[in-house]
């Protein structure tokens, strides 16, 4: 597969983080497991919009079970990199949820608030289960408690891009992620 240069993209400096086949092995085998763990059952995939579009995209390919998909909005980087205090939710699920099982798609778990505010939301929809997924998780920024399941990678306190990641609702087609370097 072709990667572009900082160069090539026009982006702000970064340096290459996770390339497009590593993060491609690494959701193969995500969806084995999901398929795996719920095996026999209908599953319905919550993307957390807009940073999960692309890992959805891949994910779901990878997963060998019936799926729906439903998708709400959430933001608490409204003004670059600086995350706000206030998680802003948009939309909502319009299927019934009710004793169904819920995955939770997000491509970056941060703080662990936005998450923790949506899957709270679910929860009151009466689910069998509510579960998380999540391409890069960063544990040092934590200041929510919550329990992804199933983890890409763990990743540091570095402001990534690519692979519907944004800075200021740019760089979400980069076909890796890469870490601002000057930001």
Not at 19 to 25: G, H, L, V
Not at 36 to 52: E, N, P
Not at 66 to 80: D, H, L, N, V
């Amino acid at each position: 597969m072709k990667t572009l240069s900082s160069k090539q993209s026009n982006t702000k400096p970064f340096e290459l983080l996770l390339d497009q086949d590593r993060i491609a092995r690494r959701i193969a085998e995500l969806g084995t497991e999901i398929s795996r763990d719920y095996a026999g059952q209908s599953l319905v995939l919550v993307g957390v919009l807009k940073g999960c579009l692309v890992f959805l995209a891949d994910l779901m390919r990878q997963i060998s079970l019936p799926t729906e998909i439903e998708f709400i909005s959430a933001a608490s980087y409204r003004k670059g990199i600086r995350q706000e205090e206030d998680v802003i939710l948009g939309g909502g699920v319009s299927i019934p949820l009710k004793g169904r099982h819920v995955l939770m798609v997000e491509g970056i778990v941060e703080s662990g608030k936005t998450i923790a505010v949506i899957a709270e939301k679910l929860r009151k929809m009466e689910p069998a289960s509510v579960s998380i997924v999540t391409l890069l998780d960063k544990p040092s920024s934590r200041r929510a408690t919550v329990d992804i399941k199933y983890k890409g990678f763990a990743i540091g306190n570095d402001f990534v891009i690519g692979f519907g990641l944004d800075n200021t609702q740019q760089y979400r087609n980069l076909p890796f992620i890469g870490r601002l370097v000057d930001h």
